[in-house]
């Protein structure tokens, strides 16, 4: 079992940035990649970005490419998601995702809101 846990969410201004953490714990050897979605209101959950172990490979979702970065920590405990620019329709909960590639994994959000 995994356990994720996000933090990092709040109110900001357009154009302003906010750094997302996603702290795992538990069976993190079983992981191969860790990734963040989010759910905007009325909206159905749509990926975001994710970040891979083999090759530390990252992508990314159109909408957030050259604004946001996926990084994580040394030990893979800990996954960070850099938003800058944001704009009010980054405004969603945030959920934090990780794969073994058997099982999925998920945190229960933090919720990010942009006012313009």
């Not at 900001?12 to 050897?29: I, N």
Request: aromatic letters at 10%.
């Amino acid at each position: 079992q995994v356990q994720l846990v996000e933090s990092g969410g709040g109110l900001v201004q357009a154009g302003g940035s906010l750094r997302l953490s996603c702290a795992a714990s538990g069976s993190t050897t079983s992981i191969n990649s860790i990734g963040w979605y989010r759910q905007a209101p009325g909206k159905e959950r749509e990926f975001v970005a994710r970040i891979s172990k083999i090759g530390d490979t990252t992508r990314y979702a159109t909408s957030v490419k050259r604004r946001f970065t996926i990084s994580r920590d040394n030990a893979w405990n800990t996954v960070y998601l850099q938003m800058n620019s944001l704009e009010p329709e980054d405004t969603a909960v945030y959920y934090c995702t990780a794969s073994s590639g058997i099982n999925n994994y998920w945190g229960q959000g933090t919720q990010v809101t942009v006012s313009s």
